[in-house]
């Protein structure tokens, strides 16, 4: 007969819109925000033929097809513990990419790549984060 009463009782209550809620469960923790990826800002980069005390030297847009070889050279902030991308091509053609790590905030890091004597024309580098986001591009010339 009680179960009945509590039966009818509980219709009572669905018919009126209204329905037992359990708080003994604790609400579900909200998701913790996705952790932020640092925002890695080019302050220089320039394209030269040597690095002396961690300083570009011989910077430019046009060098001799005899070169051998060229240097990027980026100063960059806000990428601490991260790493950024120096990607080289030849035209279109993409001949080297180095992954360079970010220790600190400014950081200066370099790299170098080997220019054959027969590779003129029209080359440019870009400087990318971890993502793959283009965050300069260098445009240059060898042997013209």
């Given at each position: 007969m009680k179960r009945m009463a509590m039966?009818?009782?509980s219709a009572l209550l669905l018919g009126r819109g209204?329905?037992?809620?359990?708080?003994?469960k604790a609400a579900a923790?909200?998701?913790?925000p996705a952790a932020a990826t640092p925002s890695v800002t080019v302050v220089e980069?320039?394209?030269?033929?040597?690095?002396?005390?961690?300083?570009?030297?011989d910077t430019g847009t046009v060098?001799?097809?005899?070169?051998?070889?060229?240097i990027c050279w980026?100063?960059?902030?806000?990428?601490?513990?991260?790493?950024?991308?120096?990607?080289?091509f030849h035209g279109d053609t993409q001949v080297g990419d180095v992954e360079l790590q970010v220790g600190g905030s400014p950081w200066?890091?370099?790299s170098r790549k080997t220019v054959p004597a027969e590779w003129t024309g029209a080359w440019h580098m870009?400087?990318?984060?971890?993502?793959?986001t283009v965050l300069k591009r260098l445009d240059f010339t060898v042997g013209q």
């Open positions: 039966i009818a009782a209204l329905a037992a809620q359990d708080t003994s923790p909200a998701a913790a980069a320039v394209v030269a033929r040597s690095v002396l005390d961690r300083q570009p030297q060098f001799p097809a005899d070169v051998a070889q060229l980026t100063k960059v902030e806000g990428a601490g513990g991260a790493s950024i991308h120096h990607v080289w200066r890091t370099w870009e400087v990318k984060d971890a993502a793959g």
